[in-house]
T-cell receptor, first 113, second 111 residues
Framework: NAGVTQTPKFRILKIGQSMTLQCTQD?????MYWYRQDPGMGLKLIYY???????DKGEVPNGYNVSRSTTEDFPLRLELAAPSQTSVYFC????????????FGPGTRLTVL | GQNIDQPTEMTATEGAIVQINCTYQ??????LFWYQQHAGEAPTFLSY????GLEEKGRFSSFLSRSKGYSYLLLKELQMKDSASYLC????????????FGRGTSLIVHP
């Protein structure tokens, strides 16, 4: 199993550009998550999904959009990149049960200039 | 909402024991997780506590006291590879059941 994979690993964007961060998992997990991690700030939840076709906002959703058309894929879209979106983005998946643990992808390091 | 507090940084010596504390305030506590994150890498799961007491897993143990809103992660026989950030995450029964992460504790192990 590859687990959770993310592409790209690194990206530099100009202000106002848009991009999609890709996330795929091969563990047949229903739950998927997007986090951002800023230095010294821990992980902040952006969006999550409890199954194909169902998404919901997390703590910091502004400036982002998601879709979940299949169990495996959960892309994150940035429409108008801003410097405040410079961060490391982690995708995670899990079973969603009472003892659910999250399996994280390797992360995407995004810089907006 | 939830409030999770961990020390920002700790240092320890190889072979020693270190205890990383996590205090939290939440309504409807429903579990506490510890994750390890090496620099530049993804977090990986270490432990889960939902009942009071100590959970032991090799060199790592995690303790929970729900009445005190307190947990600790105990690392024994420290190795250089234990240098990492340790994230405490708390889940509440209200809403989405998704854990909220603390800011993490950066542990530096010296030879």
């Amino acid at each position: 199993n590859a687990g959770v994979t993310q592409t790209p690993k690194f990206r530099i964007l100009k202000i106002g550009q848009s991009m999609t961060l890709q996330c795929t998992q091969d563990m047949n997990h229903n739950y998927m998550y997007w986090y951002r991690q800023d230095p010294g700030m821990g992980l902040k939840l952006i969006y999550y999904s409890v199954g194909a076709g169902i998404t919901d906002k997390g703590e910091v959703p502004n400036g982002y959009n998601v879709s979940r058309s299949t169990t495996e894929d959960f892309p994150l879209r940035l429409e108008l990149a801003a410097p405040s979106q410079t961060s490391v983005y982690f995708c995670a998946s899990g079973t969603g049960g009472s003892t659910d643990t999250q399996y994280f992808g390797p992360g995407t390091r995004l810089t907006v200039l | 909402g939830q409030n999770i507090d961990q020390p920002t940084e700790m240092t320890a010596t190889e072979g020693a024991i270190v205890q990383i504390n996590c205090t939290y305030q939440t309504s409807g506590f429903n579990g506490l997780f510890w994750y390890q994150q090496h620099a530049g890498e993804a977090p990986t799961f270490l432990s889960y506590n939902v009942l009071d007491g100590l959970e032991e897993k090799g060199r790592f143990s995690s303790f929970l006291s729900r009445s005190k809103g307190y947990s600790y992660l105990l690392l024994k026989e420290l190795q250089m590879k234990d240098s990492a950030s340790y994230l405490c995450a708390v889940r509440s029964s209200g809403g989405s059941y998704i854990p909220t992460f603390g800011r993490g504790t950066s542990l530096i192990v010296h030879p």
